[in-house]
């Protein structure tokens, strides 16, 4: 163990650039929003500093509305695609004038990672004085959210793109996909040039992609204008599960620091206005899980994928209804020949073991889905989903995701994506120490 926390150590040091980490070299050259705060979590346990600045250089891109980018586009390369010249966050009137980035966002996940921050610390009083600096500009990033993305006022937030999600090419999409007729563009893939095409969305995927950002920048980037006009509208519980987890950490946090009763008053009004709506509108009884809204189309996107079970993480479902849920993910995700936890149902046609967030394992749904089981009393199943994660980094190395069949891992190398994954490593130090 301790050889595989020391690479686990190299690797986020490798990716380190000075004020900020890559998710991985070539593939992904610049920060992106949920991979710093779960890679600051790694840091902490070595190297609080890194993990202190990493956060700080992510609140440094907020812009003027509280928004948060999903990628910040730290350098010139042009190694990835679509990069800073097609997103245009000009655009928006309130864009950072300090940094170039998208115009999406990604979830939620500061609120939560402060609090990690604290709990890892050796020095409570220096973490609690350098969130004290900075937690203001989580709590403003909630009320973008909850202002802007909450048309309904139900406390759920919608994502106007599936890049926004984190889940990029998940099966539940191909439902919106079918909606849409893009037109088909003529573009530069580069990610294809790095990692295995098969392991990558479809061309066809992409136009998709592409074609919801058009229509933002059309409009500048106007969150009204998306809300009306964006084919692509969701509540996602992943997504929603991230901004709750997070909820629940700021309340702690300003209470520990003392003085702010008004924020504390009105994240718990958010709170509880969003716990109730989860529960009641994005729970599938026919599935027995949580699942995605789409909000454009008005109806449920009835399908169980690793998102489906995050809610545990966040302390959403009550304790009959976590049972039954964690019935349905051992029934049809932990076979003993499947690898805890799949990204999407094993069972589902369009599952892919392969294909990114089509059926691979991945590290971070990995890490929330073992805290959820943990929090609930399942601590058998949660050292199943610990001992997983780790056996397939330790087979494999740290990738960006791994098939979940394991007859796979005995013959080949399971490991799929980027190579020596900021998050996978990050996490794995979490997990072992
Ligand atoms: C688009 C960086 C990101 C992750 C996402 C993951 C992948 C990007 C891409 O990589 O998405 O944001 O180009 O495919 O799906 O979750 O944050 O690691």
């Not at 599936?162 to 919106?176: A, C, F, H, K, L």
Request: some cysteine.
């Amino acid at each position: 163990m301790e050889l595989l926390q020391k690479k686990a150590i190299e690797v986020l040091n490798k990716n380190w650039k000075g004020n900020f980490s890559i998710p991985c070299a070539n593939l992904y050259p610049f920060q992106w929003f949920w991979d710093s705060g779960l890679i600051a979590i790694g840091f902490a346990h070595f190297d609080m500093p890194k993990a202190e600045k990493e956060i700080e250089t992510l609140l440094d891109a907020q812009w003027e509305n509280g928004f948060i980018p999903h990628i910040i586009f730290h350098t010139e390369t042009d190694t990835y695609f679509p990069g800073a010249d097609f997103h245009l966050s000009n655009l928006h009137p309130q864009a950072s004038k300090k940094y170039k980035s998208t115009g999406m966002t990604q979830p939620p996940v500061t609120g939560f990672v402060l609090e990690e921050l604290y709990k890892i610390s050796e020095d409570k009083k220096a973490t609690l004085e350098f969130i004290k600096r900075n937690i203001d500009q989580v709590y403003f990033n909630h009320e973008y959210f909850y202002h802007q993305r909450d048309p309904k006022n139900e406390g759920l937030v919608y994502i106007y793109h599936n890049w926004e999600s984190g889940t990029d090419n998940s099966p539940i999409w191909d439902d919106i996909w079918s909606t849409m007729n893009p037109p088909e563009y003529t573009f530069e893939r580069r990610d294809t040039t790095h990692v295995d095409p098969s392991e990558r969305p479809s061309k066809r995927e992409y136009d998709h992609y592409l074609h919801i950002i058009e229509i933002a920048k059309k409009y500048h980037y106007n969150d009204e204008k998306i809300m009306e006009l964006s084919p692509f509208l969701v509540q996602d519980p992943l997504f929603n599960a991230m901004l709750i987890k997070s909820n629940e950490s700021l309340i702690k946090l300003y209470k520990l620091i003392g003085g702010h009763d008004a924020k504390i008053k009105q994240l718990q009004l958010w709170q509880n206005k969003s716990i109730r709506s989860f529960n009641d509108k994005l729970f599938d009884e026919r599935l027995g899980v949580y699942v995605h809204y789409d909000l454009r189309n008005e109806k449920s996107l009835n399908y169980i994928s690793s998102s489906s079970f995050s809610p545990l993480f966040a302390g959403i479902p009550d304790k009959k209804r976590a049972e039954s849920m964690i019935k349905i993910m051992m029934d049809k995700f932990g076979r003993e020949d499947q690898y805890l936890c799949a990204s999407f149902d094993p069972s589902s046609e369009r599952f892919n073991p392969k294909k990114y967030w089509r059926g691979p394992v991945w590290i971070n749904l990995n890490w929330m889905l073992y805290r959820g089981l943990v929090q609930y009393g399942y601590k058998d199943i949660a050292e199943r989903v610990k001992k997983d994660s780790i056996e397939i980094i330790e087979k494999n190395g740290f990738y960006e995701y791994f098939d979940s069949r394991k007859k796979v891992h005995a013959e080949e190398n399971a490991g799929y994506g980027g190579h020596d994954f900021s998050w996978s490593a990050a996490l794995l130090i979490d997990f072992i120490n």
